[in-house]
């Protein structure tokens, strides 16, 4: 099958360099929005055109705490494992992120951590792992549900990313970007929303950050700049988006010969939602995608 066949919201792609195989993971429930939750598929290529599956890379035992609104899974390659971080909700409880783990990177998956290790008493969504000399650290988003104004935060986890250490750290929030533009809900005056952080050290040691928000032309991703080279930052925000219509909650990734790829989904409505990759450079200003 093509990208085109394959509705997924929230694309993350991880090369396997072992088998030198793409392996496609992302929010593939037919409704992520309400009901009861299937779990996670994954699907694989050569290639990056032709693709393979679905296959269940995560399924809940009937035990696990979550039903429902099964998001944004990514898979990191750590130690001799594989990890997922994943966003869970269930009625009476905050949603947040949980790792699980797996001997294989297609899976299957299972969970690792004892519940979300993102604050029990926030609203959190979108986890991700960065891993910086050395020590793990997982980045998410505070919810404009909770602060009017979408926060993301990083918080060290243990080495074996069972637990966390310390408390969380603001790393910024959303308004502060030039781009992003806020919603109208009830709760508060003013909502700004923050969704899908992902990590990227560039080639010349900088860090940076995409994530998502509402921009001019609705769902839109930005780029973010820690000015250190480290996660404590500070940050600064690329005055326009990298994608700046129906579309975003995206990560970057390097394809078997090093060559750089953005991956997003686009548009944003479901079910229409699907993955598209673009070529990427680093550009001395940030990231642009190549014409």
Same mark, same amino acid.
């Given at each position: 099958?093509?990208?085109?066949?394959?509705?997924? #919201?929230?694309?993350? &792609?991880?090369?396997?360099? /072992?088998?030198?195989?793409?392996?496609?993971?992302?929010?593939?429930?037919?409704?992520?929005?309400?009901?009861?939750?299937?779990?996670?598929?994954?699907?694989?290529?050569?290639? !990056?055109?032709?693709? %393979?599956?679905?296959?269940?890379?995560?399924? =809940?035992?009937?035990?696990?705490?979550? %039903?429902?609104?099964? +998001?944004?899974?990514? $898979?990191?390659? @750590?130690?001799?494992?594989? @990890?997922?971080?994943?966003?869970?909700?269930?009625?009476?409880?905050?949603?947040?992120?949980?790792?699980? #783990?797996?001997?294989?990177?297609?899976?299957? @998956?299972?969970?690792?951590? /004892?519940?979300? !290790?993102?604050? #029990?008493?926030?609203?959190? *969504?979108?986890?991700? *792992? %960065? $891993?910086?000399?050395?020590? =793990?650290? !997982?980045?998410?988003?505070?919810? +404009?549900?909770?602060?009017?104004?979408?926060? $993301?935060?990083?918080?060290?986890?243990?080495?074996?990313? #069972?637990?966390? &250490?310390?408390?969380? &750290?603001?790393?910024?929030?959303?308004?502060?970007?030039?781009?992003?533009?806020?919603?109208?809900?009830?709760?508060?005056?003013?909502?700004?929303?923050?969704?899908?952080?992902?990590?990227?050290?560039?080639?010349?040691?900088?860090? !940076?950050? *995409?994530?998502?928000?509402?921009?001019?032309?609705?769902?839109?991703?930005?780029?973010?700049?820690?000015?250190?080279?480290?996660?404590?930052? =500070?940050?600064?925000?690329?005055?326009? =988006?990298? +994608?700046?219509?129906?579309?975003? %909650?995206?990560?970057?990734?390097?394809?078997?010969?090093?060559?750089?790829?953005?991956?997003?989904?686009?548009?944003?409505?479901?079910?229409?939602?699907?993955?598209?990759?673009?070529?990427?450079?680093?550009?001395?200003?940030?990231?642009?995608?190549?014409?």
């Amino acid at each position: 099958m093509r990208l085109d066949d394959i509705q997924i #919201r929230d694309p993350f &792609v991880l090369f396997d360099g /072992d088998t030198g195989r793409y392996h496609l993971f992302g929010s593939t429930d037919e409704n992520i929005w309400s009901g009861p939750a299937t779990g996670f598929d994954t699907y694989w290529s050569d290639d !990056l055109d032709e693709w %393979h599956g679905p296959t269940a890379a995560f399924r =809940p035992t009937p035990d696990f705490w979550s %039903h429902t609104q099964y +998001w944004a899974p990514e $898979v990191h390659r @750590y130690g001799d494992a594989f @990890y997922m971080f994943a966003t869970f909700t269930a009625e009476g409880q905050r949603r947040g992120t949980q790792v699980l #783990r797996a001997d294989r990177p297609e899976g299957p @998956y299972a969970p690792w951590s /004892d519940g979300p !290790l993102t604050p #029990r008493e926030w609203e959190c *969504l979108d986890g991700t *792992l %960065h $891993v910086e000399d050395g020590t =793990p650290y !997982l980045v998410f988003c505070h919810e +404009w549900k909770d602060v009017g104004d979408g926060e $993301v935060q990083a918080i060290r986890l243990t080495d074996d990313l #069972r637990g966390t &250490v310390g408390d969380p &750290v603001l790393l910024f929030r959303a308004s502060e970007a030039p781009w992003a533009r806020s919603i109208e809900r009830p709760e508060f005056p003013r909502v700004f929303v923050t969704d899908g952080p992902s990590m990227h050290r560039a080639a010349d040691g900088r860090l !940076l950050m *995409l994530w998502s928000s509402f921009g001019d032309q609705g769902y839109a991703m930005g780029v973010a700049t820690s000015r250190s080279g480290s996660i404590a930052g =500070p940050w600064t925000q690329a005055e326009q =988006p990298i +994608w700046a219509a129906d579309g975003g %909650h995206g990560m970057i990734f390097a394809d078997a010969a090093g060559g750089l790829y953005l991956t997003l989904h686009t548009p944003n409505r479901t079910p229409d939602e699907r993955a598209r990759f673009f070529p990427l450079e680093e550009t001395d200003e940030g990231l642009r995608l190549k014409d």
